[in-house]
């Protein structure tokens, strides 16, 4: 004789697009870092899936997304021809770090949401975790610094903390707050 227990847990919507969102970030950051422009057709399915499943108001979220996406091209860009970063063999951006900047812009309404309401933590996140992305960056030779690692986390963590938040305040006038999602 055996019992079987069903166990039903119904996670509300919110979460389980949290962690889709911060999930299928990472997995994109990966893939994009590892396999480069072979990638970026992957990075958009998944992006496409996220509009499709996730985004709420759909229109005003890709406002935000290309909006948040060319301001961190136009950064990346300067800190390209200021020769912070050095890409190999390339003087544009790669189009796959192009791709990384809409995919992370993706986040903004999902898995970063919990930062809305505070500075603080944006500007915290911004100056000491999105660093380290470029770091890992320059650990996995996708690209090289021209500074020291210690002047180049100095450079990065002084334009993210900035770019946070104002990607939040940017956030704060294009999309409303309510995230309902049942």
């Known amino acids: 004789m055996y019992f079987v227990f069903k166990i039903k847990i119904q996670l509300p919507k919110v ?3 949290f962690f889709i969102n911060l999930i299928g970030f990472d997995f994109v950051w990966f893939g994009l870092i590892y396999w480069g422009n072979a990638f970026i057709p992957i990075a958009f399915l998944l992006l496409g899936l996220h509009f499709y499943f996730a985004a709420k108001d759909k229109l ?16 990346d860009s300067t800190l390209q021809s200021l020769r912070i970063f050095i890409f190999p063999e390339l003087n544009i951006l790669p189009l796959w770090l192009v791709t990384l900047w809409f995919c992370f812009a993706a986040t903004l309404c999902h898995s970063l949401n919990f930062l809305q309401h505070s500075k603080l933590l944006q500007w915290f996140t911004g100056a000491f975790l999105a660093p380290m992305s470029y770091l890992a960056g ?3 030779d996708v690209v090289s610094f021209s500074l020291t690692v210690i002047n180049t986390f100095v ?7 900035l ?6 305040i940017l956030k704060s006038y294009l999309i409303q707050e309510d995230h309902n999602y049942a």
């Open 15 to 17: 979460i389980i697009v």
């Open 60 to 75: 005003k979220e890709l406002y935000l997304i290309c909006a948040v996406a060319s301001i961190g091209i136009l950064v």
């Open 138 to 140: 320059y650990k996995l």
């Open 155 to 161: 450079v990065l963590s002084f334009v993210w903390g």
């Open 163 to 168: 770019l946070m938040i104002v990607f939040f």
